[in-house]
């Protein structure tokens, strides 16, 4: 099974994803994100940047974490790459992202939004979709 | 290959009861959790568009915000978004209705600013490309664009609270262009302690810039005119060249939006306020979270008035750069700034009592009619105009405020045509350059960074705004008078 796809939306984008669990699903989000972004500007290897993010639940601690992702591409004009979760405890997540500079801002998302996310119980692990506004 | 989004319930059009010509409504009895009737402007056609997306229920879901008045109202131009359906208005009682971050949307006042002027298009046509690119270079596009101003802390501060009329002190402004915007350019109840450093952060470099997705600014031709009077009192006359800014308050305003969202996560439960969308979490407006809420959405508001002030500012200045020397009377002047996503204190009458209320309009736009005593005194006695855009390569229109949409809409009406093929889908049918040809063709210039992006924002990814415009003028909640043509598209 693909860990994500894209899902039809009228004004927006949107994406369902899957993972193993909740770190795999965080991981694959992002990577869903960035996917539905289009293929990123070339840039050179920069930092790893640490990321510490949490939510008072594990949708909002997903909504969260893309946008701390979103954060970083338009005000740090960064790609993110590969991504390591470190820790991950009670809606809370310690994580390092590997980035790469870029001299224009690559993504054309706005926000991440909480319309009608709910993270699911499936067979495999974990399901949610999520809905970028563009 | 696209999937589609899992169904939160089953509407159709069996549900839905026709009140009036072009008025249908969803009854409070669809769904137990309505507090209020869900009400839909449209034809025949553009009912059916709007069925096929969730849209609608989307505006059901909207019909459950604690102290929901009246209905909650959908313009012609609905179509599917995040939270509040596009096009959606919906005003909550107060004292102890709710204000919603998400039934605003991360684009805080995303609004419009037609700006006119009284040389004709055959006189500015052999300028026209030069003037396209004056405009390109000068008017920074993306999502995360820098603009030629960077203000420090201080300046930013100003800016939060003073909006367009900050950019009068810095003489990129005039009196008459505030006098002619939504709230004089300054929505009261800004306070910037509540904006948080990252919006600021996000902020401070954004102002005069486009943004991206479907914002834009046109240069277009004033192909025909309704109401000669009306339309004389403001400036507009056939075959004039016309300049419309489309944008709103940038990375500022998504942060803001993004930041009340997720902290309203907690505060929706902690006022045991149950919701069928996340998105639509919310406050109590007089609460303390509420009333924070209101003075950041202030500041985004304020921070996009002064935005759309100083792309108007660089827009008159590519006009003088190319038109100088060449030709005479091309100065534009502003016939008036909307905003289309906002919360608004306002006073309406509802059975037959005046009442406060917070109206949110998310992809709808305010049209008070005359006698409105927040207009300005020229505009009292015709009422507010109202601007619609198209999508790009058709029609614009320019509208005026009637007193039927203070009676019917709280002083609303449509904000545009409204999409209705997804970006995905319109990514595939639609081939970029192929687009731009086909408008150079038909005499319409288009400047885009991303070949993608302009198909996107296809002619055919859009209703017809002209029939969205039909249906409100024969309600009477906007009345037409004016429609402009594209000669040139500097796309975001």
Redesign the interface.
């Known amino acids: 099974m693909e860990s994500f796809e894209e899902i039809e939306h009228t004004a927006d984008r949107a994406f369902r994803v899957t993972g193993h669990d909740m770190a795999e699903l965080l991981q694959n989000g992002a990577r869903a994100m960035q996917a539905l972004d289009g293929p990123p500007p070339a840039g050179e290897p920069s930092a790893t940047q640490a990321i510490q993010v949490e939510g008072v639940d594990r949708e909002s601690l997903l909504v969260n974490w893309l946008n701390e992702i979103l954060y970083l591409e338009q005000v740090h004009r960064v790609v993110c790459d590969r991504v390591h979760i470190d820790e991950l405890q009670n809606h809370r997540l310690r994580a390092r992202v590997e980035t790469r500079h870029c001299s224009r801002n690559s993504t054309h998302i706005k926000a991440v939004t909480f319309h009608n996310l709910q993270i699911r119980e499936i067979p495999q692990g974990l399901e949610a979709e999520v809905v970028l506004d563009v | ?6 169904e ?1 319930a089953l509407l159709g059009k069996a549900h839905i009861e026709r009140v009036a010509e072009h008025v249908w409504e969803i009854p409070k009895t669809f769904r137990a959790d309505m507090r209020v009737p869900a009400r839909l402007y449209a034809d025949e056609d553009l009912l059916e568009t709007a069925l096929s ?1 969730n ?1 609608l229920v989307q505006l059901v879901n909207t019909a459950t915000l604690p102290g929901v008045i009246r209905h909650a109202i959908a313009m012609p131009d609905i ?5 509040f359906p ?1 096009g959606g208005v919906v005003a909550t009682r107060l004292p102890g209705g709710v204000i919603s971050p ?1 039934g605003v ?3 805080i006042n995303c609004g419009v600013r037609l700006l006119v002027s009284l040389v004709s298009a055959e006189e500015i046509a052999p300028h026209l490309e030069d003037i396209a690119s004056r405009l390109y270079a000068n008017c920074p596009s ?4 820098h603009g030629h101003l960077h203000l420090n802390d201080a300046e930013l501060n100003h800016v939060l609270h003073e909006g367009a009329h900050w950019m009068l002190d810095k003489g990129y402004a005039s009196r008459e262009d505030l006098d002619h915007t939504e709230e004089f350019g300054r929505i009261p109840g800004a306070d910037a302690a509540f904006v948080s450093d ?1 919006a600021r ?2 902020g401070c470099n954004q102002l005069g810039t486009l943004g ?2 479907n914002h834009f600014i046109e240069v277009d031709r004033i192909a025909e005119v309704y109401d000669q009077a009306t339309a004389a009192r403001l400036g507009i006359f056939s075959g004039n060249v016309a300049v419309q800014i489309h944008c709103g308050s940038r ?1 500022l305003g ?2 803001i ?2 930041d009340y ?2 902290r309203f ?2 505060t929706a ?1 902690d006022y045991a306020i149950e919701l069928p ?3 639509l ?1 919310c406050a109590p407006f007089d609460s303390k979270e509420g009333q924070e809420y209101f003075h950041a959405m202030a500041c985004a508001a304020n921070f996009a008035f002064a935005n759309r002030q100083l792309l108007a500012h660089l827009i008159r200045q590519s006009f003088d750069e190319v038109l100088t020397g060449k030709i005479t009377n091309f100065e534009l002047s502003q016939v008036y700034d909307i905003a289309h996503n906002m919360a608004k204190i306002e006073e309406h009458d509802v059975g037959g009592r005046s009442v406060r209320v917070c109206v949110h309009r998310k992809g709808a736009t305010r049209a008070f009619g005359p006698g409105s005593s927040v207009l300005p005194s020229d505009l009292r006695d015709l009422g507010q105009p109202v601007l619609i855009p198209g999508s790009m390569g058709t029609a614009s229109y320019v509208l005026i405020g009637t007193t039927e949409a203070m009676r019917q809409t709280f002083g609303s009406t449509c904000h545009g045509a409204g ?7 319109a990514k595939k049918v639609v081939r970029g350059s192929t687009l731009r040809d086909q408008l150079k063709s038909r005499g319409i210039l288009i400047c885009a960074r991303s070949m ?2 302009l198909a996107e924002e296809a002619p055919q990814a859009y209703k017809d705004v002209s029939r969205v415009v039909e249906v409100v003028h024969s309600l009477g909640i906007g009345r037409k008078i004016a429609r402009l043509e594209p000669l040139a598209v500097i796309k975001g």
């Open positions: 290959m696209c999937s589609v989004l899992v939160t997306d849209s179509h599917q978004g995040y939270g596009i998400g949307g991360y684009d993306g999502v995360g664009s990252r952060e996000r991206a997705g990375g998504h942060q939006c993004e969202v997720s996560q907690k439960r969308d996340r998105e979490v999409r209705v093929m997804s970006r995905a889908k993608s992006g």
